[in-house]
């Protein structure tokens, strides 16, 4: 009986053994995914970061174009508002005085009721 006994917890320690190297063996190769996977992303990571710096590059002086031709166009816009005000300044200036000094006093809208 003894040597049952004794083969029976052989067989246990065999079988604990065999446990604990599946146990490394799944460890290593999650370790071993990790570090693939990680090297995917750090692959696929720098191919978009060129591919960003690219479209940067190719698309760089578009917005200086963009600016210079807003620039121009608020330019154009100030020069017309300014020829604006030189055309009509003497006739307000008129118009504020004329209503300074001779004032027509009239009835509010509201006060008529």
Do not use: C, F, W
Not at 58 to 81: P, R, W
């Amino acid at each position: 009986m003894s040597s049952g006994i004794q083969a029976l917890l052989k067989t246990e320690k065999d079988a604990a053994e065999i446990v604990n190297e599946a146990r490394k063996y799944r460890t290593n190769r999650l370790k071993s995914a990790k570090a693939d996977a990680q090297a995917e992303i750090d692959a696929y990571k720098q191919q978009k970061e060129s591919e960003l710096s690219a479209y940067e590059k190719e698309h760089e002086g578009l917005n200086d174009k963009i600016n210079k031709d807003a620039d121009v166009q608020v330019e154009d816009e100030l020069k017309k508002i300014k020829a604006k005000y030189d055309e009509k300044k003497d006739s307000v200036i008129k118009l504020l005085v004329d209503a300074t000094i001779s004032p027509k006093p009239e009835l509010h809208v509201n006060a008529k009721n």
